[in-house]
């Protein structure tokens, strides 16, 4: 069973910015995708920015330009890096995993806010 764990969620002023790490109880050396989503109160759950098994990186594009993901090779860790955040970020954000042949993993999330 793989475990995703996230960090660096918070309060944050519109403007501010975060960064949020996620690391897994494996080492992650091949996969179909890692990334994070996100879901806000009363709305579905939805990509946020992701990269697949080619390094290739997609982001929704409500955060193409703010949002930057990575990887972390040496500490095993995708992170989210998150600049000039607004109300609208506000969400659970959650860790994804989907390795080559298995089923997908998500993390427990963690909560991002955005206020004054």
């Known amino acids: 069973q793989v475990q995703l764990v996230e960090s660096g969620g918070g309060l944050v002023q519109p403007g501010g910015s975060l960064r949020l790490s996620c690391a897994a109880s494996i080492r992650i050396l091949s996969f179909r995708a890692l990334g994070w989503y996100r879901q806000a109160p009363g709305k579905q759950r939805e990509l946020v920015a992701i990269?697949?098994?080619?390094?290739?990186?997609s982001y929704a594009e409500s955060v193409k330009d703010r949002f930057s993901i990575s990887r972390d090779n040496a500490k095993n860790t995708v992170d989210l890096q998150m600049n000039s955040l607004n109300p609208e970020d506000t969400a659970i954000y959650y860790c994804?995993?989907?390795?080559?042949?298995?089923?997908?993993?998500w993390g427990q999330g963690t909560q991002v806010t955005v206020s004054s």
């Open positions: 994804y995993y989907r390795p080559l042949l298995a089923r997908e993993y």
């Open positions: 990269i697949n098994g080619g390094g290739s990186t």
